[in-house]
């Protein structure tokens, strides 16, 4: 069984993705899909064993079709309604190369007002969220879950998914989970009023 998590950079999916195999007993293929070729899959010994798949539709090259792949099984959709955090956290991770943490200490430090977004950034950035969202609308088969939710309430969106895809609670050793930055990222920003007219 695969099952595709279809997310975009910094929407919580590493989270949401180990508490999902820990939950329902799922490997998890990391990134797999940034320096591999979805046509390579086979040749992966988890890819033989219940999994998820996490899919940002950039790591995706135009040439391997999204939609013919992510046809071929069902996926989860997760996205993040606080797009200004999202991209804040986006440039926090691009400067200071710290995509997540597991203990406290290993948390960057940046001092308030250090960090600049350019308007170049900004607009990669939103082409991507218009990409998944492109795809979702295409194809929406699967649910749609709001990271917000996800994190106010996760039993409830667990059992949904639990429903949906027809999983089963696992009992296998859970893998260590990540922990929340806790960075007020618009103290860290010097621009951070120009940056929030671009959300306009």
Same mark, same amino acid.
């Given at each position: 069984?695969?099952? @595709?998590?279809?997310?975009?950079?910094?929407?919580?999916?590493?989270?949401?993705?180990?508490? $999902?195999?820990?939950?329902?007993?799922?490997?998890?293929?990391?990134?797999?899909? =940034?320096?591999?070729?979805?046509?390579?899959?086979?040749? %992966?010994?988890?890819?033989? %064993?219940? /999994?998820? +798949? &996490?899919?940002?539709?950039?790591?995706?090259? #135009? *040439?391997?079709?999204?939609? #013919?792949?992510?046809?071929?099984?069902?996926?989860?959709? $997760?996205?993040?309604?606080?797009?200004?955090?999202?991209?804040?956290?986006?440039?926090?991770? $691009?400067?200071?190369?710290?995509? /997540?943490? /597991?203990?406290?200490?290993?948390?960057?430090?940046?001092?308030?007002?250090?960090?600049?977004?350019?308007?170049? #950034?900004?607009?990669?950035?939103?082409?991507?969220? #218009? =990409?998944?969202?492109?795809?979702?609308?295409?194809?929406?088969?699967?649910?749609?879950?709001?990271?917000?939710?996800?994190?106010?309430?996760?039993?409830?969106?667990?059992?949904?998914? %639990? &429903?949906?895809?027809? +999983?089963?609670?696992?009992? +296998?050793?859970?893998? =260590? +989970?990540?922990? &929340?930055? @806790?960075?007020?990222?618009?103290?860290?920003?010097?621009?951070? *009023?120009?940056? =929030?007219?671009?959300?306009?």
């Amino acid at each position: 069984m695969r099952i @595709g998590l279809v997310a975009t950079s910094r929407s919580g999916s590493t989270y949401f993705r180990r508490m $999902l195999c820990n939950t329902f007993g799922l490997y998890d293929s990391g990134s797999w899909l =940034k320096k591999n070729s979805y046509k390579k899959i086979k040749k %992966q010994n988890w890819s033989r %064993q219940p /999994h998820i +798949l &996490k899919i940002l539709p950039h790591y995706v090259p #135009e *040439d391997q079709h999204i939609g #013919e792949m992510i046809e071929k099984f069902p996926c989860i959709w $997760l996205y993040r309604k606080d797009v200004l955090s999202q991209f804040l956290s986006h440039i926090t991770r $691009l400067r200071t190369k710290v995509n /997540h943490i /597991h203990t406290p200490t290993e948390r960057p430090n940046i001092p308030n007002r250090s960090l600049t977004a350019t308007r170049d #950034e900004f607009d990669r950035f939103i082409a991507k969220l #218009e =990409k998944f969202w492109d795809i979702y609308y295409t194809h929406n088969e699967g649910r749609l879950v709001k990271f917000e939710d996800f994190v106010d309430d996760p039993i409830s969106v667990f059992v949904d998914i %639990q &429903k949906y895809y027809e +999983l089963e609670v696992s009992e +296998l050793p859970a893998k =260590k +989970l990540t922990i &929340k930055l @806790g960075i007020d990222y618009e103290k860290k920003f010097k621009n951070i *009023d120009e940056i =929030k007219g671009w959300f306009d």
